[in-house]
């Protein structure tokens, strides 16, 4: 008895796996470093690295005549984004991507609180699968899809016209005598494909935040005397809050630096992530299209630090 004892004291003799498992073991910060050290070699060499070297190049400088990229610092592709079109690309882009947040702020709110308090099972997993369902498929076939829906003779022309929608479209375009083409070629019709592609982004996050709301908040707030009305504007609202910010966070940002919607539905116009496509493929100024991908990571910086203080972080 007394020999095994011994022997169950005396620490057995490894190799070097045994003695790396045992330096990690007494060591939880080191383990640590060697699982992340990967990933944050890839972030921060490739990732970081390339997009640092991509906005260095909005120093460079651009021959007009010879379509040649130059190593010679300015500032004149910065200078260039405040001209009045490079401008008004700047403001088309931003107001868009925040009409379509809160658009799909407003469409994804009724479908999660649907999801979180009223459905269980089957119910649940099929509003999730149909939440998703449309995530499975090409983001370019949707795209094209949706020309088709919207063009002269599609779907949504039909139901314009047979339910007698066409004053309705006209004062939302702004123009008289709508045809079928008209919406296709419009800014509304880019911000209807905007939201289809985009909202199943705000639906999770608000759903996962309403999933959390206590439900014994609900009937405290019942049991206090308030009205559904103000348990809605009082309780749930502000506790979905953080759930809301961190689905705007996808939505704005997928919104910002977008360059296939602007090109396939609409009126003619750059946004932001189509210019920095034409600037850098069509025409071969790198250093402006740089220049223009300074833009979007500006605009989201500020986004993150707003919704941050929102709990959009906590809620992902």
Not at 55 to 78: C, H, I, K, R
Not at 179 to 198: A, C, D, K, M, Q
Request: overall charge neutral; charged content about 10%; aromatic content about 12%.
């Amino acid at each position: 008895m007394e020999l095994t004892l011994e022997a169950a004291e005396r620490p057995a003799a490894g190799g070097p796996l045994r003695r790396l498992s045992d330096l990690l073991y007494r060591k939880p910060g080191l383990y640590l470093g060697l699982l992340l050290a990967p990933p944050l070699t890839w972030f921060g060499a490739i990732y970081l690295g390339s997009l640092l070297n991509l906005l260095w190049q909005g120093f460079y400088t651009f021959d007009d005549f010879s379509m040649t990229v130059t190593p010679e610092l300015t500032l004149a592709n910065f200078r260039a984004l405040l001209q009045p079109a490079n401008f008004d690309i700047i403001l088309r882009t931003l107001s868009m991507a925040v009409a379509v947040t809160l658009a799909c702020a407003a469409l994804a709110f009724p479908i999660a609180y649907y999801m979180a308090r009223y459905t269980t099972g089957r119910t649940k997993a099929f509003c999730y699968i149909a939440v998703m369902l449309p995530m499975w498929a090409s983001y370019i076939v949707k795209a094209y899809a949706w020309t088709l829906l919207l063009a002269k003779g599609g779907v949504v022309q039909w139901f314009v016209e047979n339910l007698h929608l066409q004053p309705v479209l006209e004062f939302l375009l702004g123009v008289p005598g709508v045809g079928g083409s008209t919406l296709s070629t419009s800014h509304l019709g880019r911000f209807l494909v905007f939201v289809y592609i985009w909202v199943p982004f705000m639906i999770l996050p608000i759903q996962a935040a309403l999933e959390r709301l206590p439900p014994s908040l609900l009937q405290a707030s019942a049991d206090l005397g308030a009205h559904p009305r103000q348990t809605f504007f009082q309780v749930i609202l502000p506790l979905s809050v953080p759930g809301i910010a961190a689905g705007s966070l996808f939505t704005f940002s997928l919104t910002l630096g977008d360059f296939i919607v602007p090109q396939l539905i609409g009126p003619p116009g750059y946004f932001i992530g189509s210019m920095v496509y034409a600037q850098q493929g069509a025409v071969g100024n790198l250093p402006m299209a740089a220049a223009f991908t300074l833009v979007p990571i500006a605009l989201i910086a500020v986004y993150l630090s707003i919704i941050k203080r929102l709990g959009a972080f906590d809620a992902l």
